[in-house]
């Protein structure tokens, strides 16, 4: 039975693919076609273009794999984008009978947080919580080669923000973690797990060694003004990151 990717043709959908097929792992891929789909067939998964809002399409590709992941997100993917996309991801994939979903979130997601991107992510591991198949959750402080500099950058800028402190992990990690996950796999039907997935070491936002101010940004993105809020509200002040033990990969409950 294979294992359904979505978000494919982003960089830690594209690296997961290619590491699950060098396990030996049957792989079904879903793509928006707004990255690099070609790079996704090149790693042997059988590939499906749509939009992730289409539930009758996700479900068709969905038909049975043994576990669908949602292995993209970070700081900076559009709220909107969870709101829309990820709800119905999780709604085909019950359709489907699909045994087990995993999910890639953000610390702090809680659907009662005051920052929409935390909330929104909350309300989604709410649902999870509350499916019928097996579910994981798996929390990082974003992905460093993801938007991290990005992320510290923008931050660096708020006087407020300049001894927060972040802890990325890197993408190689995060899809280390996601295929031993995929090859611990049980015959449980149920049951719901939330791990914390940080980077080993963190790195203050306001540094000058290439994650703070002096990242420039050039040819790059900048959030728009109410995303930079949410990013303050999500990141400073919280202290360090929430982690609890000092394994890279914490089972939460």
Do not use: K, N, Y
Not at 27 to 45: I, K, P
Not at 67 to 83: A, H, I, R
Not at 121 to 139: F, I, K, M, N, Y
């Amino acid at each position: 039975m294979p294992v359904f990717v979505t978000h494919a043709d982003t960089p830690v959908g594209v690296a997961l693919v290619h590491a699950l097929g060098t396990e030996g792992a049957d792989v079904r891929a879903f793509a928006s076609g707004d990255g690099d789909v070609g790079a996704v067939r090149d790693a042997g998964a059988i590939v499906a273009v749509g939009d992730h809002d289409d539930e009758g399409h996700l479900e068709a590709a969905m038909t049975h794999a043994h576990t669908v992941v949602l292995p993209s997100v970070g700081w900076l993917t559009p709220v909107g984008e969870v709101e829309r996309d990820w709800p119905t991801i999780v709604v085909a994939a019950t359709q489907a009978q699909v045994p087990r979903i995993v999910m890639v979130s953000l610390v702090g997601a809680d659907a009662g947080s005051d920052v929409p991107l935390l909330a929104a992510l909350g309300a989604v591991e709410d649902s999870l919580h509350d499916s019928a198949p097996q579910t994981l959750v798996v929390r990082t402080d974003g992905v460093v080669e993801d938007g991290h500099e990005d992320v510290a950058a923008v931050l660096g800028t708020v006087a407020a923000c300049r001894d927060a402190v972040m802890a990325p992990l890197a993408r190689a990690d995060l899809v280390a973690g996601l295929v031993a996950l995929d090859a611990a796999r049980s015959g449980r039907s149920g049951g719901h797990a939330l791990f914390t997935a940080l980077g080993p070491e963190q790195s203050t936002v306001g540094s000058d060694d290439g994650a703070g101010t002096e990242s420039p940004l050039v040819g790059r993105r900048w959030l728009p003004p109410d995303r930079r809020s949410d990013l303050v509200r999500a990141v400073c002040g919280r202290g360090r990151p929430p982690i609890v033990g000092a394994d890279l990969w914490e089972l939460v409950s």
